[in-house]
């Protein structure tokens, strides 16, 4: 399985990003997709998941109703849109998918591949 995870920047307090995430090597349909993401010096934490439908979706109450997570299945991609963003943002963003077909998680130990990371840094 490879993930690439890309749209990363650098923006002003208040703009937007659009983050994608490109998955190979498994039926992608099949696979509930999430964004965590790493601050320095901070352990890596989750932001948003997304169903293997894209018919469910939660997200860490530090970013409900700023980001939306989406996915394109004929594409094999999932998407997170990040709007008014904060300096607090700032991170590395990871996609991962999930171990297991068919479930949705929020646990960081529950996925097994992640992407390489696109960073995101919003200036003040």
């Known amino acids: 399985v490879q993930l690439q995870a890309s749209g990363g920047g650098l923006v002003q307090t208040g703009g937007s990003l659009r983050l994608s995430c490109a998955a190979s090597?498994?039926?992608?349909?099949?696979?509930?997709m999430a964004w965590f993401r790493q601050a320095p010096g901070k352990e890596r934490e989750f932001v948003a998941v997304?169903?293997?439908?894209?018919?469910?979706?939660d997200y860490a109450d530090s970013v409900k109703g700023r980001f939306t997570i989406s996915r394109d299945n004929a594409k094999n991609t999932m998407y997170l849109q990040m709007n008014n963003l904060k300096p607090e943002d700032t991170a590395v963003y990871h996609c991962?998918?999930?171990?297991?077909?068919?479930?949705?998680?929020?646990?960081?130990?529950?996925?097994?591949?992640w992407g390489q990371g696109t960073l995101v840094t919003v200036s003040s």
């Open positions: 991962a998918q999930d171990s297991l077909k068919y479930r949705i998680e929020t646990i960081r130990e529950r996925y097994r591949y």
């Open positions: 090597g498994r039926t992608f349909s099949d696979y509930g």
């Open positions: 997304i169903s293997w439908s894209g018919g469910t979706t």
